[in-house]
């Protein structure tokens, strides 16, 4: 009955699925309001309940993420060019890399860095084929970065372009419109023109910031002739946002750092691995399934969905356990900096709006294994949903009831409450402490020039969490689930570069 009144009613499905993730986020934010007064004893359970799940989580995490730095370690240190000539020693050449990256009013020196990272790939650099796909409505400054860029390091590679993007009418201004469009240009040389095998081509979405570990293509070479249904799968490295993490103020380095030590703890979680902000897959599976959507903002968890739903379930996602550095938010002055950070993060936030396609697909979809496609679309729904509950679930929500109910607060359970629920969160503190040691590791050097007092005070920048966790996750992430309530939508803006 759900399944039918879905097809038969697409626009009123769709807007019950929209408003769905903003009614529930702000009915557990408020229910250890309204409920102290009314079930106090209820609200107590779902607090102590809160707290074990994010204990749970934060063990998880930590085990996980402790598994991922050592893998990573051992393929960033791997010979893979030598396993490839070993292994496939008639093939690995055959394969074509084409890479998009996408770029609205970035700086020429950026994007300079991004083409001088790809050019210190150990794969031979003939295979790879970048598309530089800039916004039209850039004017002629874009033309201008693009035939700097083409004349410096068009020799480098296998083919440089530069394409313009127009705007077309029904699209949405940002990254998956402008991703479609240098994708399709990329297959019209490449394949259209060049005649080289759609099956032996890969494709890359590439951020403008993002910097390659030199192995990665190499890797994602031998990811795609060792494996078994190359065309079904989306392979994911572990994006790290180090690429200016000493540069940027300390509230932001701290997000950096628990952002980048998070999505190499995803590279460990099958169930819960989505392609992310830069990524590669096959030119043929993208052909097939009709490129990225243009009518959307979030392009990454869209792409992956729209893939699983149009294979029916038989579409994966894959690691590759190698670092892609990328730029924290970051802009002139500490304010502007913290302006752009929480813009960036509402935009994260958005992907929520991707909930009602996920959702609606998951009830009409046929052919796809119940369980497999129940799990797959919990974990992400999961995570969406209570992205602006949980600070308010474990900072506040165990001091309201005794706080607001002085009876309630007589009682055993009410004196106890607090204690409890501080038990569990400090317990969890040992994902906290992992976070710390795995990103100290791994982050780049610290610059010389830096002051020795800033270097002793910098662990204690930790402590902000509590006020960093409400400014810059619970509040966009209710700003971006009441915006989508409403149907105020937001637009695209790209996260400002310096």
Request: aromatic letters at 16%; charged letters at 20%; hydrophobic letters at 45%.
């Amino acid at each position: 009955m759900i399944k039918r009144y879905v097809r038969r009613h697409p626009v009123r499905s769709q807007r019950f699925f929209e408003i769905l993730p903003g009614v529930f986020s702000w009915s557990l934010i408020l229910f250890p309001v309204w409920g102290s007064f009314l079930v106090p004893h209820i609200v107590a359970y779902y607090v102590i309940a809160f707290a074990v799940y994010w204990l749970y989580r934060s063990i998880n995490l930590a085990v996980l993420s402790i598994a991922a730095h050592l893998r990573i370690k051992a393929d960033s240190a791997f010979d893979w060019v030598a396993d490839l000539k070993k292994t496939y020693p008639d093939k690995y050449q055959t394969i074509q890399h084409l890479i998009i990256i996408p770029t609205y009013k970035e700086p020429i020196a950026t994007l300079e860095r991004t083409l001088t990272s790809l050019s210190q790939q150990s794969l031979p650099l003939n295979q790879l084929h970048i598309m530089l796909s800039f916004e039209k409505r850039e004017g002629s400054e874009a033309e201008v970065k693009a035939a700097q860029l083409l004349k410096d390091f068009k020799p480098l590679f296998g083919n440089v372009w530069a394409t313009f993007h127009p705007d077309i009418q029904g699209e949405i201004k940002g990254k998956s419109s402008n991703t479609s469009w240098g994708a399709r240009m990329g297959k019209k040389f490449l394949v259209d023109e060049a005649h080289l095998d759609i099956g032996k081509i890969t494709i890359t979405s590439e951020d403008a910031d993002a910097r390659f570990h030199h192995h990665y293509f190499s890797d994602l070479t031998y990811q795609f002739l060792s494996s078994k249904d190359p065309y079904n799968r989306v392979w994911q490295g572990g994006i790290v946002f180090y690429n200016n993490i000493w540069e940027v103020p300390g509230p932001v380095r701290v997000l950096a750092s628990i952002f980048s030590v998070t999505q190499l703890y995803i590279l460990m979680r099958k169930d819960r691995l989505v392609n992310f902000s830069t990524y590669s897959t096959t030119l043929k599976h993208v052909d097939e399934i009709g490129y990225w959507d243009t009518d959307v903002i979030p392009e990454d968890y869209r792409l992956f969905f729209k893939s699983y739903f149009a294979k029916k379930g038989k579409f994966e996602a894959e690691p590759i356990f190698l670092p892609i550095y990328a730029d924290a938010a970051q802009s002139d002055g500490f304010w502007s900096t913290m302006f752009n950070q929480y813009e960036q993060l509402k935009r994260w936030a958005w992907g929520v709006s991707d909930d009602a396609y996920i959702i609606r697909n998951y009830i009409t979809s046929e052919d796809i294994p119940f369980w497999d496609k129940t799990v797959r679309v919990f974990k992400v729904v999961e995570d969406h949903f209570l992205w602006p509950v949980n600070w308010f679930a474990i900072t506040i929500a165990a001091m309201l009831p005794p706080f607001l109910n002085e009876n309630f607060g007589r009682t055993i359970i009410g004196k106890t409450l607090p204690q409890v629920t501080s038990f569990l969160l400090t317990l969890s503190l040992v994902s906290m402490i992992v976070i710390f040691i795995i990103d100290a590791i791994n982050r780049p050097p610290r610059p010389k020039k830096r002051r020795i007092l800033s270097m002793i005070l910098q662990p204690l920048e930790f402590l902000m969490l509590p006020v960093i966790g409400f400014f810059f996750s619970a509040l966009p992430g209710i700003d971006a689930h009441t915006r989508l309530l409403l149907g105020k939508y937001i637009e695209y803006k790209v996260t400002e570069k310096v």
